[in-house]
């Protein structure tokens, strides 16, 4: 099945400074990579999201790019703001094409941005 | 986006007993989901809800611990039957409007067994 590695696991940056996430995936069949974000005790809040069929999207301070031959996706934000704070997950998932479009998600990076 | 509320928001529980959360979304979506979250870890799917038919389980969750109910397109109930401290953990559900569609989630249920 599909295995989703996320690094770092903890990131710590200067406010106005830029961060980036990284995931890898192992299924080639994968074509959905959504991004979420999730403040201490808030729910999973879906941020940006990219499909198989385009190589980077952006909306704002965040940006996504996919490299679907080596398989991995990051996560990139910038001019980062002490909101920015949380704990980011990458997840992956076949859509259609698998079990009903579960998603996998990466073990999480822990983001810190220092005012 | 959907507007999902979950009850009870947390709990907490003997051993042995069973609790049953429900997730309530304000719209008829076509899947929803039930994933686990430990403490301090990533989120983990336990099964798939599907309307009028058994939950499909994820590898490591089984129906005679984890039995969901999802009666109609909005409307999704998970029980944690026959509970230990190891069952302590935030229980969320997550809607699509489509099989390939982005997964909004709940607030989430903060349960801890004693």
């Known amino acids: 099945g599909e295995n989703v590695e996320q690094h770092p696991s903890t990131l710590s940056v200067q406010e106005g400074d830029s961060a980036v996430i990284k995931c890898t995936y192992s299924d080639s069949a994968s074509n959905y990579f959504p991004w979420y974000k999730q403040e201490l005790g808030k729910r999973p809040q879906l941020i940006i999201d990219i499909r198989s069929n385009v190589g980077e999207k952006k909306d704002q301070r965040i940006a996504v790019t996919l490299n679907k031959t080596a398989k991995h996706f990051s996560l990139h934000i910038t001019e980062t703001q002490p909101e920015d704070s949380a704990v980011y997950f990458c997840a992956a998932s076949m859509g259609w094409r698998g079990s009903q479009g579960n998603l996998i998600f990466g073990k999480g990076t822990k983001l810190s941005v220092k005012p | 986006s959907a507007v999902i509320s979950q009850k009870p928001s947390r709990d907490i529980c003997q051993r042995g007993t069973s609790l049953t959360i429900q997730c309530q979304v304000d719209s008829q979506v076509t899947m929803m989901f039930w994933y686990r979250q430990q403490p301090g870890q990533s989120l983990t799917l336990i099964a798939t809800?599907?309307?009028?038919?058994?939950?499909?389980?994820e590898s490591g969750f089984v129906i005679d611990k984890f039995p969901i109910s999802r009666p109609n397109l909005t409307f999704s109930t998970l029980t944690v039957s026959n509970m230990s401290p190891e069952d302590s953990s935030i229980y969320l559900c997550?809607?699509?409007?489509?099989?390939?569609?982005?997964?909004?989630f709940g607030p989430g249920t903060r349960l801890t067994v004693l």
């Open positions: 809800a599907n309307q009028g038919s058994e939950a499909t389980y």
């Open positions: 997550s809607v699509a409007l489509y099989r390939d569609n982005e997964q909004f």
